[in-house]
């Protein structure tokens, strides 16, 4: 039996070390013998260390170089133990791991066997072997579908072996795999059908994450399109498997992937829309997020409650706000409540513009929200909505502050005297309390019209006013009814007051006369006629603030605004809830009272969506009087001698006059009988009968005692 030449180099070599690596130690602990000895073991440590990185990146052959290594780091240790033993050490164990170290090299022989990958030389061949004979040529190998001989890369021809292990999943063939960068198990593939000519019909995603071993919410499968030099349609797929993009997408998802996902999917709080940018402002702390859908979706739909919930708030808590500009979509979330601020009045901010526009508050968005003065079309008229509490008098006062600074008459009545309102009335030209003074103004107002209309311009003619009029004789006038409702009510005086309020929103804004109407409800039901709320909605820029939950689409409802812009309820209160509910519920603690904070916070409803806004606050405490010109604005002469001459312009706080609201009752009638309430009122010389308009039971039972003269 022949031995191989480098076995039989291998195993002289370690029988001559052997007695050298356990000898020199002993006798020569400085000599050279040594320290080549513990280069050379170093050395094997460094492939070692070599031979480790490469299997890191997915070479093979690490153990056979490990173990080619390991001669030269074994004789080290030898060496460094036999150093480090008194003599040859108890039992002589220098010389044994010495022997130890010769027999396991020639029972392995590393370097002979592990030098070259492919070249295994036999141990032994017979001496007079056969004289090999020439054997017929196999016939060539036929390609395996998975494997067509096309030239591809590498890992094309990995995945196609794959591929064909796992049977080929809805028979297809890999014509192209491409990974991607920094994705060690991400891939794409394109396939097509095994056969030519055959649509692929059995490919799902369950097939192909089977054959990846992956979750099928990590594949993807996509139409093909044609390309130029590529065939398309059902006989081709492209196919994503993306294991580590999805899962970080899951951990650490960008913003766009974020919004993807949570926002913009399918049932998501804005189905359909994409992401387009992200924009913190931290001077106002309010980060915006900036969205659009596509034109095919139409306008988009935008669920606020699970929007609120995708980012991690609650919608009650008034931090998020909405805003659609055709087909985009502005998401400002602000870190607290803009709402719950405070935002104090300024005389700059209540001076009108060249336009009449004036700040009125702020947006939930943060833009300024403006009111107006006039209108293209006149004379604005004003509608203000809220309960007891809901900042209504505030409101008000913005309105006569900036008529005021525009340079109109402003005039005030009130069904009941108020402190704020008293404070305000110092500041107009002027000021009662109660219906009949309600009443005497809106007659004033009537005749107003009349005279107004017969006024000539600086050019010798009569025009209709306008707010860029030049040359007009008379100034603007505004009226403010405040508890209007209240005073329609009024058994001897409501029904002209309504009767007269509803033909002053007809035609006032003509003649520079808005009436600006404050209330608690706009409900035709409650009083209101169906024509003045019209007239108002459509001449002003209604304010609802504070709303009781279940008026609110009855109340949007009759300012004509179409269901699915109707608002949902605010908060009763903008403060966050205080933390640690939990512990204080274990200790038996009470709750802390929550703080109503939504005075002055409402819609503004200048077109047909209502914009929620916070009113600017007026501290009355503190005095308003450098909200207002030193001088307010009167009628002008002309005016009032009009006005006397009807008998309409006197001190309105007096008693009825005798003849003021018909023919005085005869002296021959009953003394206990009530005033009648068929009641007139004269207007340049000219009888307007009364209107009463039945729309209650309380009305029809007025009525009919009006009727029958109870």
């Known amino acids: 039996m022949s031995v191989p030449r480098s076995v039989a180099l291998e195993r002289t070599l370690y029988t001559l070390a052997a007695p050298v690596l356990a000898a020199a130690p002993n006798l020569m602990p400085d000599s050279p013998v040594n320290t080549a000895v513990q280069l050379a073991g170093a050395a094997g440590v460094g492939g070692w260390v070599l031979a480790y990185k490469d299997s890191q990146t997915g070479e093979t052959g690490t153990g056979r170089k490990v173990l080619r290594w390991s001669p030269a780091v074994f004789a080290a240790a030898v060496d460094i133990a036999a150093k480090n033993t008194i003599g040859w050490g108890p039992y002589c164990l220098d010389g044994l791991l010495a022997a130890g170290w010769a027999a396991a090299g020639l029972l392995v022989m590393p370097l002979s066997r592990h030098t070259r990958r492919r070249h295994r030389p036999a141990l032994a061949a017979p001496v007079h072997a056969p004289a090999p004979q020439l054997q017929p040529a196999a016939p060539p190998a036929v390609p395996s579908p998975a494997q067509p001989d096309d030239g591809a890369d590498p890992f094309t021809r990995q995945v196609r072996r794959l591929w064909e292990t796992r049977g080929m999943p809805g028979r297809t063939v890999v014509v192209k795999a491409t990974p991607h960068d920094g994705m060690p198990h991400d891939l794409s593939l394109l396939l097509r059908a095994s056969e030519a000519g055959r649509p692929i019909t059995g490919l799902t995603d369950d097939a192909v994450a089977a054959a990846f071993g992956v979750d099928v919410t ?38 766009r992937q974020w919004w993807a996902d949570r926002i913009g999917a399918d049932g998501g709080p804005v189905p359909g829309s994409e992401f387009v940018q992200q924009v913190r402002d931290d001077d106002r702390k309010v980060t915006h997020y900036i969205a659009r859908v596509p034109d095919e979706l139409g306008e988009p739909s935008v669920n606020l409650h699970s929007l609120a919930a995708a980012l991690r708030t609650k919608y009650d808590e008034g931090r998020l706000f909405v805003t659609v ?80 600074l525009h340079g109109a008459v402003v005039m005030l009545a009130t069904e009941a005297p108020d402190e704020k309102t008293a404070a305000l009335g110092r500041h107009t030209a002027r000021y009662g309390v109660g219906a009949l003074y309600m009443l005497r103004l809106l007659r004033a107002l009537d005749a107003l019209m009349e005279i107004r209309g017969e006024m000539v311009w600086e050019d010798g003619l009569v025009h209709e006013w306008s ?73 002003c820029i209604p304010v609802v603030l504070k709303v009781a939950p279940k008026k609110i689409g009855d109340m949007f409802r009759a300012l004509g605004i179409p269901p699915e812009h109707i608002p949902a309820p605010l908060p009763r209160s903008f403060t966050p809830a205080e933390a640690g509910r939990l512990e204080r519920v274990m200790r038996g603690e009470p709750e802390p009272p929550a703080d109503s904070n939504t005075g002055g916070a409402g819609w503004i409803v200048e077109a047909n969506q209502p914009e929620v806004l916070r009113t600017l606050f007026m501290d009355f405490k503190a005095g308003i009087d450098e909200f207002f010109p030193d001088t307010a604005a009167t009628l002008t002469a002309h005016e009032i001698r009009e006005l006397e001459a009807r008998g309409l312009w006197f001190d309105w706080t007096e008693p009825p006059r005798p003849g003021e609201f018909g023919p005085e009752p005869d002296d021959e009638g009953s003394d206990d009988a009530p005033p009648r309430q068929d009641v007139q009122h004269r207007s340049g010389g000219k009888t307007t009968a009364r209107r009463d308009a039945v729309i209650s039971p309380r009305q029809a039972l007025e009525a009919i005692k009006h009727l029958s003269g109870i």
């Open 218 to 255: 990590d594949v993807r499968i996509r139409e093909v399109a044609r390309q130029h030099r590529r065939e398309g349609g059902p006989g081709w797929r492209e196919v994503d498997v993306t294991p580590d993009a999805n899962e970080r997408r899951r951990t650490a998802p960008t913003a």
């Open 325 to 404: 500009d055709g087909s985009q979509v502005l998401v400002s979330l602000w870190d607290a409540s803009p709402l719950a601020q405070v935002f104090p009045v300024t005389r700059e901010l209540l001076t009108p513009d060249a336009d009449g526009r004036w700040v009125t508050g702020y947006l939930g968005n943060g833009q300024p929200a403006r009111n107006r003065v006039y209108t293209d079309r006149g004379a604005a008229h004003g509608l203000f909505v809220a309960p007891s509490g809901g900042g209504k008098t505030q409101l008000m006062a913005l309105h006569v502050a900036a008529d005021a």
């Open 467 to 539: 707010g860029n009029a030049v040359g007009c004789p008379y100034r603007m006038l505004s009226a403010y009814l405040d508890e209007f409702l209240s005073a329609a009510r009024n058994g001897l005086y409501g029904a002209e007051i309504m009767d007269l309020a509803e033909r002053v929103s007809v035609k006032g804004r003509k003649y520079g006369i808005g009436i600006k109407v404050a209330g608690q409800s706009i409900y035709v039901q409650d009083g209101f006629t169906q024509l003045l709320v019209e007239n108002l909605r459509e001449n």
